[in-house]
């Protein structure tokens, strides 16, 4: 995936997450990009405390395609997953990650809010503990600010 193809698809997952946020859900938004690079297979904004956008998407894609194709999908998603959804993305067998914000910075934001009790475990970690070689392109520095404004509005609002 080239630069200019991860920083268009990271802001289509941001308009994902302002989706759900009109919906009243926490403004995350994540999409499976085929191994073309081009092709958006699924969307999905974040559900509740326990469907993360990454985690349903992972879900549904691996309910949908076989391993074997997968791997060579990349998951696209505004902030750096949570070690649930990191661990969902490896189950299914998604072999690239594209995110455009770290978890840190998330927490930054959020600080001790009882709504994203963050965990300060960088998804590269949780992958390195595994058997795969995931691939992780991440933090975007093209994309962040623009993630990081809907989630200071957000977040300033609770």
């Known amino acids: 995936m080239t630069d200019e193809q991860a920083l268009r698809h990271l802001r289509r997952a941001n308009a994902i997450a ?7 859900h926490h403004p995350f938004g994540a999409l499976l990009v085929a191994p073309d690079g081009e092709t958006v ?11 993360h956008a990454e985690a349903v998407l992972a879900r549904n894609a691996a309910a949908m395609h076989a391993p074997e194709f997968l791997w060579d999908c990349t998951l696209v998603t505004t902030v750096e997953p949570c070690a649930m959804c990191a661990g969902t993305q490896y ?27 963050t965990l300060d475990l960088p998804c590269r970690d949780v992958f390195a503990r ?12 093209a994309a962040e600010a623009e993630i990081a404004a809907l989630h200071r509005d957000f977040w300033a609002r609770r």
């Open 18 to 24: 302002a989706s759900a946020l009109a919906a009243g």
């Open 41 to 51: 297979l699924l969307e999905q904004g974040n559900v509740d405390a326990v469907n």
């Open 91 to 117: 189950w299914a067998h998604i072999g690239r990650l594209v995110y455009g914000m770290e978890e840190r910075a998330l927490l930054t934001l959020t600080g001790a809010h009882p709504e994203n009790p």
């Open 130 to 141: 595994g058997q795969k070689a995931m691939s992780v392109i991440g933090p975007v520095a």
